[in-house]
């Protein structure tokens, strides 16, 4: 796979705040992240019943790092129930070298080395009352544990979900915390992941979003997305684009959309609005997606948009009138 050199200080100003720590972010709107057990049908809206993000701590933090989980068992108030509660849910952590340089690490099926580099932790959760709707937390972990990379001048951590049993919904969130007992953000840490399994709202006025990354040579780009159940569009805005809706897939299917890249919009996030419709909308509605470039590569989506969240610009143009 190619990489890509990724401009940082346009990243790092824009993470010193605390919407980058919690996983969905705050900018994403999204109420939580979905996976599902390993005997699931892939219909109720899981294609793989396995999720990967990445924690990046930088360089400079030498104090300890805490992975933080909300809610991270199964049978309780926020999970999705099919038949009676039977599912599992296994969380590891991974550092060392190859956690997140492994070209299977940053694909988007669970597949090969996926799992790569040192496991650090690993913890399964069934129906466990303790935890539902509350906190447990991975670490404390030096953050030279994590695997060093140039590209962003810091470590990296690998968290996966995998669903190991039972046919189940579960709903989760993560944190990135200076703390094991509380959510307090790390100075210039941050999230990303190549593919994004949630849940999306029952209000179809709440819009929820996501950020991918547009690099210098990128020409087109694919977005895929799974099982919407055709629950409204996909409106894509950026710096150039003021809003362009795009189709969504139905029940158990993947849909596949391609547009091209306009210069303007390259070094800069484009913004995936999930955008459910008006009239009857889905209720309980789970989906998938990520967004490829020309060479097929997955591109990143990170909490916090690189830049900011993009506004379209007005385009003004002067006109001489004739005498």
């Given at each position: 796979?190619?990489q890509?050199?990724?401009?940082?200080?346009?990243?790092?100003?824009?993470c010193?705040?605390?919407?980058?720590?919690?996983?969905?972010?705050?900018?994403?709107?999204?109420?939580?992240?979905?996976?599902?057990g390993?005997?699931?049908?892939?219909?109720?809206?899981?294609?793989?019943?396995?999720?990967?993000?990445?924690?990046?701590?930088?360089?400079?933090?030498?104090?300890?790092?805490?992975?933080?989980?909300?809610?991270?068992?199964?049978?309780?108030?926020?999970?999705?129930?099919?038949?009676?509660?039977?599912?599992?849910?296994?969380?590891?952590?991974?550092?060392?070298k190859?956690?997140?340089?492994?070209?299977?690490?940053?694909?988007?099926?669970?597949?090969?080395?996926?799992?790569?580099g040192?496991?650090?932790?690993?913890?399964?959760?069934?129906?466990?009352?303790?935890?539902?709707?509350?906190?447990?937390?991975?670490?404390?972990?030096?953050?030279?544990?994590?695997?060093?990379?140039?590209?962003?001048?810091?470590?990296?951590f690998?968290?996966?979900?995998?669903?190991?049993?039972?046919?189940?919904?579960?709903?989760?969130?993560?944190?990135?915390?200076?703390?094991?007992?509380?959510?307090?953000?790390?100075?210039?840490?941050?999230?990303?992941?190549?593919?994004?399994?949630?849940?999306?709202?029952?209000?179809?006025?709440?819009?929820?979003?996501?950020?991918?990354?547009?690099?210098?040579?990128?020409?087109?780009?694919?977005?895929m997305?799974?099982?919407?159940?055709?629950?409204?569009?996909?409106?894509?805005?950026?710096?150039?684009?003021?809003?362009?809706?795009?189709?969504?897939?139905?029940?158990?299917?993947?849909?596949?959309?391609?547009?091209?890249?306009?210069?303007?919009?390259?070094?800069?996030?484009?913004?995936?609005?999930?955008?459910?419709?008006?009239?009857?909308?889905?209720?309980?509605?789970?989906?998938?997606?990520?967004?490829?470039?020309?060479?097929n590569?997955?591109?990143?989506?990170?909490?916090v948009?690189?830049?900011?969240?993009?506004?379209?610009?007005?385009?003004?143009?002067?006109?001489?009138?004739?005498?």
């Open positions: 796979m190619k890509f050199a990724f401009v940082i200080s346009l990243f790092f100003i824009y010193l705040n605390t919407n980058a720590q919690p996983v969905p972010g705050v900018d994403e709107n999204i109420p939580f992240l979905m996976t599902f390993a005997n699931a049908e892939k219909s109720w809206g899981d294609d793989d019943f396995s999720q990967t993000f990445f924690f990046l701590i930088p360089e400079n933090n030498k104090s300890p790092i805490y992975i933080r989980v909300y809610d991270p068992d199964t049978g309780g108030e926020l999970d999705e129930l099919k038949g009676v509660f039977d599912t599992k849910m296994s969380y590891s952590v991974y550092g060392g190859g956690a997140y340089s492994d070209p299977d690490a940053q694909g988007v099926d669970p597949k090969g080395n996926y799992k790569s040192n496991m650090l932790a690993i913890k399964t959760f069934g129906v466990d009352p303790r935890y539902d709707k509350n906190w447990y937390t991975f670490g404390p972990f030096n953050p030279t544990e994590g695997e060093f990379t140039k590209e962003f001048g810091g470590y990296i690998k968290v996966i979900c995998d669903g190991v049993a039972g046919d189940d919904g579960n709903m989760y969130r993560y944190f990135l915390s200076t703390s094991g007992t509380e959510n307090k953000p790390i100075e210039g840490g941050f999230a990303f992941s190549y593919e994004y399994s949630f849940r999306m709202w029952d209000n179809p006025n709440e819009v929820s979003h996501i950020y991918p990354y547009i690099i210098e040579q990128t020409e087109a780009v694919k977005m997305n799974f099982d919407w159940d055709l629950d409204g569009i996909i409106r894509v805005v950026s710096v150039a684009r003021k809003g362009q809706d795009f189709e969504v897939s139905g029940d158990n299917e993947w849909k596949e959309v391609t547009f091209a890249i306009k210069p303007e919009e390259k070094k800069t996030s484009l913004d995936f609005q999930f955008r459910k419709r008006q009239n009857a909308p889905v209720k309980s509605n789970n989906v998938v997606i990520n967004v490829r470039n020309q060479y590569e997955v591109l990143r989506f990170f909490t948009p690189i830049g900011g969240v993009p506004k379209y610009k007005y385009q003004i143009k002067a006109t001489q009138i004739k005498k």
